[in-house]
């Protein structure tokens, strides 16, 4: 009884702190301690206990480092020029008919060279919504194809947080996941492609604004040189530079460009890449501010405390009935609805990316090695369900936060077209696609 009161009452924290906007880092500190004093009562002495958390708490230390320097490139790269050198180009390109495609491809490029779905949302997402609104677009369509293209990083990025914690958890290669990914994504791209472009046919833009480009054409020089951040995080990875390397050369060359390309003051940028960027135009104050070390704290907090408390979850045998539940689904409906069951009730109970993944692995793992399927596997079928998925769920924070900085409400969640794509894809074609991706030990072919 005791287990379901701490659940219940956890829950309800995590619940309060979506509503008033406070980091769910306390709820998960709640979580543990209400744990730990079950733990405590059941005869564990507090030693014991914190081998139980650092049994999964040990997997997320080396991401630490890497979230400090995503944090500054988030900066950087908007102090460089590199974001607005997109965003200016991208509006160009716009035609009547194919703006809100535009839009999807668009965010799709920005997220998969910065790894943030919340980035650019804030940024370039901002701006499109903005120009939906003045040139008679359905704002609803526009959000859902935003969402999309942001999530399509979020999910396959190199810089990727969300995906940088799936192969620490499930204890994989990064770089394996990702072309894992990739052969799995081309065919929910290519729907997603074809259902933008309908609708932006459909949906006509009438006008484009020119006083924001004007506006950041004024604020920046845009010449190529914005684009080596860009093309160094995108290049790199693809020669199996590893992924923090990476990104130090790409905020030093954000940083060069900052200082040598728009003027600003060595000591100013530094600034920004630590406590984020503002740029000096009122007019771009609300779409190109933000990033930073500090701004990544809470994201990694939450990440460490969600580790731990996993582990203590694990220790203390909480989910081990549910495993039970799992491998009966697994062996009636089969490994990926299984997989996909766990993230949507995961992702509607704890609001929170992260804590998908977190709660998805161990409860998984077993059922996975038992059919003779690996971690790889694993990964690539978590990836394809609660990565994405997360934000089809309008109260979890993948799906709220986006919405509310898009000044977009539910209605633009049937039109984040793939974000259903990729699990329904993945869940009808894994048998014929994947079926030589990996071998019976789970090892990547």
């Not at 995503?70 to 991208?90: E, N, P, V």
């Not at 779905?117 to 804030?122: A, I, N, P, R, Y």
């Not at 914005?226 to 020669?239: D, F, H, Y």
């Amino acid at each position: 009884m005791s287990v379901v009161i701490s659940a219940a009452v956890f829950i309800a924290a995590m619940i309060a702190c979506m509503i008033a906007g406070v980091d769910t880092f306390f709820a998960l500190l709640l979580g543990i301690a209400l744990f730990s004093v079950i733990g405590l009562k059941r005869g564990h002495k507090m030693a014991a206990l914190w081998r139980m958390m650092w049994s999964e708490g040990r997997k997320l230390v080396p991401l630490l480092l890497i979230f400090v320097f995503i944090g500054a490139i988030t900066a950087l790269w908007r102090s460089s020029g590199t974001i607005t050198f997109f965003i200016y180009y991208g509006i160009q390109i716009i035609r009547p008919g194919i703006f809100i495609l535009v839009a999807f491809l668009l965010t799709c490029l920005l997220s998969y060279a910065l790894g943030t779905s919340f980035g650019v949302t804030g940024t370039v997402g901002i701006i499109l919504m903005a120009l939906a609104r003045s040139g008679g677009v359905d704002t609803a369509i526009t959000a859902g194809a935003v969402l999309s293209g942001a999530y399509f990083g979020d999910r396959c990025s190199p810089a990727s947080s969300s995906g940088l914690l799936v192969a620490a958890v499930t204890e994989t290669k990064q770089y394996d996941n990702i072309r894992n990914m990739h052969r799995t994504g081309w065919l929910p791209m290519l729907v997603s492609i074809a259902i933008y472009a309908a609708l932006s046919a459909a949906n006509p833009i009438q006008s484009v604004e020119d006083s924001l480009l004007n506006t950041l054409t004024e604020s920046f020089s845009l010449s190529l040189w914005t684009v080596v951040p860009a093309l160094l995080m995108l290049v790199l990875p693809m020669v199996k530079v590893s992924i923090s390397t990476t990104l130090i050369v790409s905020c030093a060359a954000a940083f060069a460009v900052s200082v040598l390309v728009q003027g600003m003051p060595a000591w100013d940028t530094l600034y920004a890449a630590v406590m984020g960027y503002t740029p000096q135009s009122a007019e771009l104050t609300a779409i190109l501010s933000g990033g930073g070390v500090l701004n990544m704290m809470g994201t990694s907090f939450a990440v460490m405390a969600t580790g731990l408390f996993a582990g203590l979850l694990s220790g203390l045998g909480v989910l081990d009935g549910l495993k039970g539940v799992v491998e009966k689904l697994a062996v009636k409906w089969g490994l990926f609805p299984a997989t996909v069951l766990v993230s949507l009730v995961a992702g509607m109970i704890f609001c929170n990316q992260s804590i998908i993944i977190m709660m998805a692995y161990p409860l998984l793992r077993h059922v996975y090695e038992r059919r003779g399927h690996g971690n790889e596997e694993l990964a690539l079928d978590v990836e394809n369900s609660g990565i994405v998925m997360a934000a089809l769920i309008p109260w979890n924070i993948a799906g709220s936060v986006p919405l509310q900085m898009l000044d977009a409400g539910p209605s633009a969640i049937p039109y984040m077209v793939l974000l259903y794509m990729i699990p329904l894809c993945h869940g009808l074609s894994k048998k014929w696609l994947t079926k030589n991706m990996f071998s019976r030990k789970g090892e990547v072919t």
